[in-house]
């Protein structure tokens, strides 16, 4: 498995975090490495990520795992598990009134030792979205 991933404390409610989190149209607003996310951020649905990183490429991917508030997991791969890659959101409370998101990116299955030389490092990438999802959510009045 190759991973990457980025964690952040956030002065803010989860209510607000997953507001931020799950509004698709707003994503470039706050998320530096997005140019547009095209689609319905819910349960079962399929949205198309549009990044900076890759700008000639669209990565789709199906909101496998939706727990409000908790978790958020965006799939996508090969048939026959040959490739995967999983972005995984996770928010814990904490007793402070503060909020820990962790933002994973999973990369698995038997292609990856192929395609795994291609994925860049990204963990600035990560560390921007966590910059981003803070700063936004802490603005929130």
Do not use: Y
């Amino acid at each position: 498995m190759k991973s990457f991933g980025a964690t952040t404390t956030i002065a803010a409610s989860t209510e607000t975090i997953w507001k931020i989190l799950t509004d698709a149209p707003n994503f470039p607003r706050w998320e530096p490495n997005v140019v547009r996310v095209e689609g319905k951020i819910a349960s079962g649905e399929k949205i198309t990520v549009h990044t900076k990183l890759s700008p000639n490429r669209a990565f789709p991917v199906t909101v496998t795992e939706f727990a409000p508030g908790k978790r958020m997991v965006w799939s996508s791969g090969m048939p026959l598990g040959l490739f995967k890659g999983e972005r995984i959101f996770t928010l814990t409370p904490k007793s402070n009134g503060t909020v820990e998101v962790t933002t994973r990116e999973e990369f698995s299955g038997l292609l990856l030792p192929l395609i795994g030389r291609t994925i860049p490092d990204l963990s600035e990438t990560f560390q921007n979205f966590a910059a981003g999802l803070k700063k936004a959510a802490e603005a929130v009045k």
